[in-house]
Nanobody
């Protein structure tokens, strides 16, 4: 049983910064990959950034140089530092965890993907 909870969303002016956090809870052994996706109003969900347990990162072209993803494996947490925010960044940001291994009743399980509920980021004057 794994749950993801995001925090840090809110209203920010263009050019401002925001830091999103996501923590996974449960009897977790490891998480192969964690990342952030976003869904702007009226559009489909898109990848923002991902990071593996070994630190390999992947960014959408639209956020390269502005956003930085990081994680704390000991805390089962992932973060997204967002700088130089634009109005186009306005979206619901959702945390994702893939390749999760967890314990239950003394046994190890490899679960499917997990998604958080999302946090609203609004960039506006």
């Amino acid at each position: 049983q794994v749950q993801l909870v995001e925090s840090g969303g809110g209203l920010v002016q263009p050019g401002g910064s925001l830091r999103l956090s996501c923590a996974a809870s449960g009897s977790i052994r490891s998480i192969n990959s964690m990342g952030w996706y976003r869904q702007p109003p009226g559009k489909q969900r898109e990848l923002v950034a991902t990071i593996t347990s070994g630190g390999m990162t992947n960014y959408a072209d639209s956020v390269k140089g502005r956003f930085t993803i990081s994680r704390d494996n000991a805390k089962n947490a992932v973060y997204l530092q967002m700088n130089s925010l634009k109005s186009e960044d306005t979206a619901v940001y959702v945390c994702h965890a893939g390749g999760v291994t967890y314990y239950s009743r003394g046994r190890s399980y490899s679960g499917s993907d997990y998604w958080g509920q999302g946090t609203q980021v609004t960039v506006s004057s």
